[in-house]
């Protein structure tokens, strides 16, 4: 299994990116999938998930508003799509795919999630 996100980068504060993540080696409308991130010297949070046909998302608290996770199961992709960016959104962030129950509590935990993908680095300056 592979989850290659990419599509991070640098931008202002108020800017926007969009990240994607494409999925191979694994029947994507099977999983649920969502995006975790971790700043420098912090640990790991999560950020949003949705579920396997895209009925139902979750999200942080601190990017519920600006952020939006979507996903298009032609092309076993995930995106995650950030508006309004703020310095504190700089992170490393990383794909995860679940074959779980679709939980809030699962996520927010993240110990069982079943693939990690590597991180791409988004940098938000003032």
């Known amino acids: 299994v592979q989850l290659q996100a990419y599509g991070g980068g640098s931008v202002q504060a108020g800017g926007s990116l969009r990240l994607s993540c494409a999925a191979s080696?694994?029947?994507?409308?099977?999983?649920?999938m969502g995006w975790f991130r971790q700043a420098p010297g912090k640990e790991r949070e999560f950020a949003a998930a949705?579920?396997?046909?895209?009925?139902?998302?979750y999200y942080a608290d601190s990017v519920k508003g600006r952020f939006s996770i979507f996903r298009d199961n032609a092309k076993n992709t995930v995106y995650l799509q950030m508006n309004s960016l703020k310095p504190e959104d700089t992170a490393d962030y990383y794909c995860v795919a679940d074959n779980g129950a679709f939980l809030m509590r699962r996520w927010a935990d993240a110990k069982d999630m079943d693939y990690w993908g590597q991180g791409t680095q988004v940098t938000v300056s003032s």
């Open positions: 949705i579920s396997w046909a895209a009925g139902n998302t």
């Open positions: 080696g694994l029947t994507f409308s099977s999983y649920c």
